[in-house]
């Protein structure tokens, strides 16, 4: 590098300062962001290069002779040790929301199915950052939810339950009765209090890169791209299919040879057992697994069910 020490020793606490800024700046510490998904993680790393790119055109403009190979290690270092700090901060808040700390105390509105799909998932996964304290259906059912959460009103009372509940978001989902001028007027009513607004998509168990949003005339609509894979991405996918393939093959090798020496030394007859079976378009293939029976079996079969055949091979009137 050139310069002493003493100068990047400043440099490098400017850099920090301007940094922590940007990142702040740039909202990567939003407690809707933090402790769930890649978004988080991505922001991250964007703002970081962009501080950084920044830095390089600032330094260019001015002639401030800032050491390549400074730079060269500041960028990554400080990146991955940023990126592995919100992990371990991550796994601290997830610790605090499996305790029931830390999340954000929610009121879940739209109809009974839906509802009912939220709050099982939001139960479920005891890390959620959602706290569901209150559903607002269309007639108010108290048993709509068969005492999952309390039914606080209707869709038309969801303002008023969200304050008196003192809730912080406000989760809509499908129903017939939340027309686009309901939902709007919900939006209103909430905007004094500061209480969040968040639409719950019914679609579930979809990657969230596969999900985009298409703006429409007075429309927000949501594209879900097919899975396709094609080029570098389908190089890339059956380049890990085989390597992690091969590493599994290895790690379960040991108590694969353990399995096939038990079942050798405990009975006569070959370690594999080889039966037809029917794949996909229907082309039969031999399957193969450990033998757990007599090598001689399927001759038996007929004795072993004794002539009375039941679903899948099983006698009639199984003990067991």
Not at 122 to 134: F, K
Not at 210 to 217: D, F, I, L, Q
Not at 236 to 254: A, C, N
Not at 270 to 281: A, C
């Amino acid at each position: 590098m050139s310069g002493t020490s003493a100068d990047y020793v400043v440099v490098s606490v400017c850099l920090g300062v301007l940094w922590f800024v940007a990142l702040s700046i740039a909202d990567t510490r939003d407690p809707r962001l933090m402790g769930t998904g890649m978004d988080e993680y991505a922001l991250v790393v964007n703002v970081t290069l962009g501080f950084f790119g920044l830095i390089a055109v600032v330094s260019y403009l001015t002639k401030f002779e800032l050491a390549r190979g400074y730079v060269a290690l500041a960028l990554p270092a400080g990146c991955a040790l940023l990126v592995v700090w919100r992990w371990a901060v991550r796994q601290t808040l997830v610790t605090e929301r499996t305790q029931g700390r830390a999340r954000t105390r929610a009121l879940v509105v739209g109809g009974h199915g839906t509802v009912t799909h939220i709050v099982n998932e939001l139960t479920r996964n005891a890390w959620a950052p959602y706290h569901v304290v209150g559903a607002c259906v269309p007639d108010g059912d108290e048993d709509a939810l068969a005492g999952r959460v309390p039914i606080v009103g209707t869709i038309a009372d969801a303002a008023r339950a969200a304050r008196e509940a003192n809730v912080e978001a406000v989760l809509v989902t499908g129903s017939d009765e939340i027309t686009p001028a309901i939902l709007k007027r919900l939006a209103w009513d909430l905007e004094p209090t500061g209480t969040d607004l968040l639409l719950a998509s019914a679609l579930t168990d979809v990657a969230g890169s596969r999900v985009h949003r298409r703006p429409a005339p007075g429309l927000s609509l949501q594209y879900v791209e097919a899975p396709r894979f094609a080029g570098a991405e389908l190089a890339l996918k059956r380049t890990f299919d085989i390597v992690v393939g091969m590493l599994l093959v290895v790690v379960t090798s040991v108590p694969l040879v353990v399995t096939a020496v038990a079942v050798k030394a405990t009975s006569k007859g070959p370690v594999l057992f080889r039966q037809q079976r029917v794949g996909q378009d229907g082309r039969p293939f031999t399957m193969l697994k450990f033998r757990s029976m007599a090598a001689d079996a399927e001759a038996r079969l007929a004795e072993v069910l004794g002539g009375e055949v039941g679903v899948f091979y099983k006698p009639k009137h199984d003990p067991g």
